[in-house]
T-cell receptor, first 113, second 113 residues
């Protein structure tokens, strides 16, 4: 199975909340990340959470971490059309003294009026 | 402002040609990565490098090689391009520490005819 799993698509109405879910496998990951990719661009870090935290809030974004179930979620409140993008969950594993990320396949968020 | 640049946004090559994709970062990062991104498959790691002249295979290294002669530059080489290498190629860099936010270039869309 994949190391990091997330659903491929999510469709929401403008103004609603969006919740993107992710499961990961490496319990030693110190940080977990959410990246956003807008059309025609590379990925950009959206937010991250340290592994000893359960929740992190940053304006419209809320990240929830359940370490026992290895489940990570990203909630976007009051979703806007500008939030339409692909969202990638990522964990980091140590390899040869350095840290290498593993990405999920990405969730395409479609926001319609 | 941190920057990762890629030599081309769009590239069209013929089957059998040797192709060079260049990536440069100005953040003095130890780690550099090459990914390919295909619809429904997410990001797949081709090669990464954690130091000058060091390289490690990722998940899909077949048909590719890399070169890192200077810390800021990481090149991806397709020795003999094939049509199944038509894809979006993304370069990224990061520090080699436990918090390792990845900084991505804008991507090169390669078409092999």
């Amino acid at each position: 199975g994949e190391d990091v799993e997330q659903s491929l698509f999510l469709s929401v109405r403008e103004g609603d909340s969006s919740v993107i879910n992710c499961t990961y496998t490496d319990s030693s990951s110190t940080y977990l990340y959410w990246y956003k990719q807008e059309p025609g661009a590379g990925l950009q870090l959206l937010t991250y959470i340290f592994s000893n935290m359960d929740m992190k809030q940053d304006q419209r974004l809320t990240v929830l971490l359940n370490k026992k179930d290895k489940h990570l979620s990203l909630r976007i409140a009051d979703t806007q059309t500008g939030d339409s993008a692909i969202y990638f969950c990522a964990e980091s594993r140590e390899a040869g003294g350095s840290y290498i990320p593993t990405f999920g396949r990405g969730t395409s968020l479609i926001v319609h009026p | 402002d941190v920057k990762v640049t890629q030599s081309s946004r769009y590239l069209v090559k013929r089957t059998g040609e040797k192709v060079f994709l260049e990536c440069v970062q100005d953040m003095d990062h130890e780690n550099m990565f090459w990914y390919r991104q295909d619809p429904g498959l997410g990001l797949r790691l081709i090669y990464f490098s954690y130091d000058v002249k060091m390289k490690e295979k990722g998940d899909i290294p077949e048909g590719y090689s890399v070169s890192r002669e200077k810390k800021e530059r990481f090149s991806l080489i397709l020795e003999s391009a094939s049509t199944n290498q038509t894809s979006m190629y993304l370069c990224a860099s990061s520090l080699g520490v436990s918090y390792n936010e990845q900084f991505f270039g804008p991507g090169t869309r390669l078409t092999v005819l």
